[in-house]
């Protein structure tokens, strides 16, 4: 089947489709419309079958082993890490540490670096715009270490206000965190520039990807940040792998967090000497089926090409904006100048679980809540939002079925 959006862009829609299964599923008797996409992505077949092929196939625990398959399976994690570290542009594969995900990344440096080099009276700055995950960890550390936590606030369009971030900077600031792309409001931040400020008065900054990794090229060498953390759940990758990017010489000055297996070079009951970069910072066992996995992730948003992606997302942007304004007592919250594709909205009259309610009972999947992000509903003083987000494999006949059902909605509660 064409579909109308196969002429718009370049890349042929309906096989991107085809490649994921779950879009065939049938939801309250309609075919599944997913717009939850920055809460997940959907798995590609490849990627599905990269992780039952490695089951079938590999399936041994990793670096301890010497046999067949234990060297099969370390050379396949190994290969991810390599993958990965060409996706980010980081320099070597050892400032790649697989994590969690994205807020195992940021409690990690929270714990670590954290508690290491921050003491009384420091400051760590981090925005309006956060997720919890970007929040708490460092209230946390404030808690325990007498640190001062500083927010940089926000116009209503929902962008940082650069003036404000660069007036709270001085030698008392010692880390920056902030997220690359709001989950809540899409806004793309200026992180290049976030990061050169912070850098100037000697502050270590970590970045939150967690959005931006499927959408924006990432090179962390151009950025010059001191960590960089995200999700490959995010990514059309399994869940349960993160990424923490830190600069060589930080994660070495940096104590180890998990203490276990593999973190070790040497135990005795006196004193233990722990390993090299990566695995320093690698305890246990780690999700090793979805770390391979994750490499055909990768492998398949590169193939597609990030810009290819990012042109035909940023086109269902506009195309769900101007049909999503037309209807009347809608307003989408997170109008940034540079934003990607995801919609905050509400209704007059009309609350966003009751509109999340019933758009599912036509078979469309949105976000409704505070999407982890409660200061930033209490800056806008909303409790929540109806949030539709998307990626590749969404059309504009998806669209036009959302404002078709919000239309219902209006018509039943409004
Ligand atoms: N930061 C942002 C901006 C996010 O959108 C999310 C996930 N919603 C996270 C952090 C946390 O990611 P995870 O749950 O994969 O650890």
Same mark, same amino acid.
């Given at each position: ?91 070597? &594969?050892?400032? =790649?540490?697989?994590? +969690? !995900?994205?807020?195992?990344?940021? @409690? ?5 670096? *954290? ?122 990758? &399994?869940?349960? =792998?993160?990424?923490? +990017? !830190?600069?060589?010489?930080?994660? @070495? ?5 998990? *203490? ?122 909303? &409790? ?31």
């Amino acid at each position: 089947m064409l579909l109308e959006t196969d002429t718009i862009s370049q890349l042929d829609i309906a096989q991107i489709r085809s490649d994921f299964p779950i879009l065939n599923e049938v939801v309250n008797g309609k075919q599944l419309v997913y717009f939850d996409n920055a809460a997940t992505t959907q798995k590609p077949r490849q990627v599905l079958d990269a992780l039952a092929g490695y089951y079938e196939h590999t399936n041994a625990n990793i670096h301890r082993g010497i046999h067949h398959l234990a060297e099969k399976a370390t050379a396949e994690f190994e290969a991810s890490r390599r993958r990965i570290q060409k996706f980010m542009n980081a320099r070597l &594969p050892e400032e =790649v540490i697989f994590t +969690y !995900g994205t807020t195992d990344g940021i @409690n990690l440096v929270a714990q670590t670096y *954290g508690r290491a080099f921050l003491k009384e009276g420091d400051e760590i700055i981090i925005s309006t715009m956060e997720h919890h995950s970007n929040i708490v960890p460092w209230q946390m550390l404030c808690e325990e270490k007498g640190c001062v936590l500083r927010i940089i606030p926000i116009n209503d369009a929902g962008e940082l206000l650069m003036d404000e971030y660069e007036k709270m900077l001085s030698e008392k600031t010692k880390f920056v965190s902030v997220v690359h792309v709001s989950n809540a409001l899409g806004t793309i931040n200026p992180v290049a520039q976030i990061i050169e400020k912070a850098h100037a008065v000697g502050a270590k900054v970590l970045i939150d990807g967690a959005q931006a990794s499927s959408h924006i090229d990432i090179d962390v060498q151009a950025l010059d940040c001191d960590f960089y953390a995200f999700s490959l759940h995010k990514l059309y990758g &399994p869940t349960g =792998v993160g990424v923490l +990017y !830190g600069k060589e010489e930080v994660l @070495n000055a940096m104590p180890p967090w998990r *203490g276990g297996g593999e973190m070790i070079k040497e135990v005795t009951f006196e004193k233990t000497t722990f390993n090299e970069l990566p695995y320093k910072f690698e305890a246990g066992t780690p999700n090793i089926a979805d770390v391979v996995a994750s490499k055909t992730a990768v492998e398949y948003l590169e193939k597609l090409g990030k810009e290819a992606v990012a042109d035909y997302e940023n086109y269902l942007l506009e195309y769900a904006t101007d049909a999503l304004s037309s209807i009347e007592g809608l307003r989408i919250v997170g109008t940034a100048a540079e934003k990607i594709s995801v919609i905050s909205f509400f209704m007059d009259g009309i609350h966003h679980q009751d509109i999340g309610v019933l758009l599912d009972q036509q078979g469309i999947a949105i976000r409704t809540g505070h999407h982890c992000t409660q200061p930033l509903m209490q800056r806008f003083g909303i &409790p929540g939002t109806s949030r539709a987000s998307f990626a590749v494999y969404n059309t504009t006949e998806e669209i036009d079925r959302l404002v078709s059902g919000l239309l219902k909605v209006k018509k039943m509660l409004g």
